[in-house]
């Protein structure tokens, strides 16, 4: 007997800046996300390039790699909206006391602040309604496609000169060298 299950999907509820649902990469700042997918980037190109060009020993290129994506995810991952895993750790470990200061709601140069703070995001809105239209579909398409394309080049040219440096390389044998010492 098949069982099935009801899900009901509030599409409210889903955070559409986690992505693929992942919630530590949920509500990264621009910084956050440099840090993260730079250093995923890092990882693996080295991985690779270590692979291809040096061929180092696998006990050498998985500890980079994890190095590289241990210090993306600490520093670039969210454990909550307002802290990164490693500030979530820093206080797991050393408990800092917090104090806590309040301030009137009432003056007018928080007000401004605020005003400020709601205009950024209505413009920040406003990018995402623009990025949501097919024009804005095309051109993240166009941009997958071409970072897509630059990475295949780049293993080409990677396999290219592998191949180029084992097909090139000098190999003397003893036989050889007394056949060109015999013709003169």
Known sequence: MAVQFERNINLEDIDSDALFGIEYLAHQTVGQKIILWGNVIIAVFGFVFLQLVYDAPVLITFPVLFVFLSIGFLFGANQSENLSIA??????????????????????????????????????QKKREVSATPEGQRRSLIVVIVLIVTFIVFAMVMFGLKTYKVNNSVHHTVGALVQQQSLF
Do not use: C, H, Q, R
């Open 87 to 124: 500030g979530y750790l820093k206080l797991l470990f050393f408990k800092p006391k917090k104090y806590l200061n309040f301030s009137s709601t009432e003056d007018i140069s928080l007000m401004k602040e605020e005003a400020v703070k709601l205009k950024n995001e209505a413009e920040i």
